[in-house]
Antibody
C-alpha cells in the first residue's frame, strides 16, 4: 500500500544539526512533488518545504530558509530534510507528505499521503 | 506569510450541516485555486479532504464539500457524524511558491 515512513527525529541541542528521512513505498516516488510539514506541540500545521518530482526546484518557508535543506534520492525512494542551526522553536512533529498533483507535473500544494511523523525536540 | 484565519471552533448535532471558513488575502486564497482542507484526529496524521478548492480525493465521502468566494474558502460538512469530530485545517498556495495553513478549527459533534 501507499506509505511514507519518517525517521531520524530525536533530542538535539540548540545550534546543532539533524537529518530526517522519509521512505516512500507503494507509488512511483520519482513522479511526485514532496513536502515537509511540522506541528509544534499543541499547535497547528506549519509548512516547511517542497521539492519537485525531479529535485530541480525547492522552496522553503521563511522560518527555515537558509537553515534547512530539502532533498530527495529517487533511486532510493527517499526524501530528506537536513536541519541545521536548530532552535527551540523548531521543536515539533515533522511529517513528510506527497503532493496530490498529477504525475510529473508542477505540484498543486495539496498533500494526499502523509507519514506518521517523527518528533524533533530542540533543548539543552 | 501570515496564517489563514479560521474560527477556533465549530459545532453541530448529528445529521446537521456545518460550514468552516478560511480567510486569506489576494496573495493566497483569493489569487489561486489551490485551497486544501485537512482533517486531523488527536494523535494522528492529517488526512486530505478537499484539494483545489472543491475536489475530493477518492474515499472521501461526498458529505464533505469545498468552495471559495473572493479571499474566503469554506468547507461544508453535511450529515454530521460522530467521527467527523476532529480538527480541520485549510491551506492555500501563496505567492512565491509558499504554502500557508490556517490556525485550525475544532469541530465538535454535539
Amino acid at each position: 500500500q501507499v506509505q511514507l515512513v519518517e525517521s531520524g527525529g530525536g533530542v538535539v541541542q540548540p545550534g546543532r544539526s539533524l537529518r530526517l528521512s522519509c521512505a516512500a513505498s507503494g507509488f512511483t516516488f520519482s513522479g511526485y512533488g514532496m513536502h515537509w510539514v511540522r506541528q509544534a506541540p499543541g499547535k497547528g500545521l506549519h509548512w516547511v518545504a517542497i521539492i519537485s518530482f525531479d529535485g530541480s526546484n525547492k522552496y522553503y518557508a521563511d522560518s527555515v530558509k537558509g537553515r534547512f535543506t530539502i532533498s530527495r534520492d529517487n533511486s532510493e525512494n527517499t526524501l530528506y530534510l537536513q536541519m541545521s542551526s536548530l532552535r527551540a522553536e523548531d521543536t515539533a512533529v515533522y511529517y513528510c507528505a506527497k503532493d496530490v498533483g498529477n504525475f510529473r507535473q508542477w505540484p498543486v500544494f495539496g498533500m494526499d499521503v502523509w507519514g506518521q511523523g517523527t518528533t524533533v525536540t530542540v533543548s539543552s | 506569510q501570515s496564517a489563514l484565519t479560521q474560527p477556533p471552533s465549530a459545532s453541530g448535532s448529528p445529521g446537521q450541516s456545518v460550514t468552516i471558513s478560511c480567510t486569506g488575502t489576494s496573495s493566497d486564497v483569493g489569487g489561486y485555486n489551490y485551497v486544501s482542507w485537512y482533517q486531523q484526529h488527536p494523535g494522528k496524521a492529517p488526512k486530505l479532504m478537499i484539494y483545489e478548492v472543491s475536489k475530493r480525493p477518492s474515499g472521501v465521502p461526498d458529505r464533505f464539500s469545498g468552495s471559495k468566494s473572493g479571499n474566503t474558502a469554506s468547507l461544508t460538512v453535511s450529515g454530521l457524524q460522530a467521527d467527523d469530530e476532529a480538527d480541520y485545517y485549510c491551506s492555500s498556495y501563496a505567492v512565491n511558491n509558499n504554502l500557508v495553513f490556517g490556525g485550525g478549527t475544532k469541530l465538535t459533534v454535539l
